[in-house]
């Protein structure tokens, strides 16, 4: 696959985690457990991040502490840290970037299918997919962060990680 096409996949995949990412870190404590929810739909982000780069859907386990529990259409069982969310967001964003940067004509080709088979994407598709859920729950933390402290952090053009 051509190296610009990777990279501008990646530079705006990458921008849109800076984004999830800045959102956090801007969360006031008195904002993560609240009504909002707002470590919960980072968390909700942060699983389907994670699954949808898994090359095989059925063998999906998201890493410890984390739970199944979106599978299963429940919170999870415990509030999780600001920390433990951001090194999870570390690792699914180093693995969408060894995706990307791995990326050949075939490789792209290659069908995504989840275990119900409700969805079947090629693997292109599901990066841009996967891409547009980070965008849209960013935005709605930006959201969130509006309403709580009337502040929100600014837009990201591109990721400064290089692919």
């Known amino acids: 696959m051509e190296n610009a096409l990777k990279e501008a996949i990646w530079n705006q995949f990458g921008a849109g985690m800076d984004m999830l990412e800045n959102a956090i870190i801007a969360c006031p404590d008195r904002l993560w457990d609240t009504e909002g929810k707002f470590w919960y739909n980072t968390f909700h982000c942060l699983f389907f991040l994670d699954y949808y780069l898994t090359p095989d859907p059925k063998n999906f386990s998201p890493p410890a502490p984390f739970t199944e529990s979106e ?55 599901i990066l841009l997919y996967n891409m547009r859920h980070v965008q849209h729950h960013a935005a709605q933390l ?18 400064k990680l290089r692919l």
């Open 71 to 125: 599978f299963e259409d429940r919170l999870p069982d415990r509030v999780y840290s600001k920390e433990e969310l951001l090194l999870y967001l570390q690792s699914s964003r180093e693995k969408c970037r060894k995706i990307i940067s791995g990326l050949t004509e075939e490789s792209a080709k290659h069908r995504w299918r989840n275990v119900s088979g409700s969805m079947d994407y090629s693997v292109l598709e």
């Open 142 to 159: 930006n959201l969130l962060l509006r309403q709580g402290i009337n502040s929100a952090p600014a837009w990201v053009r591109h990721t």
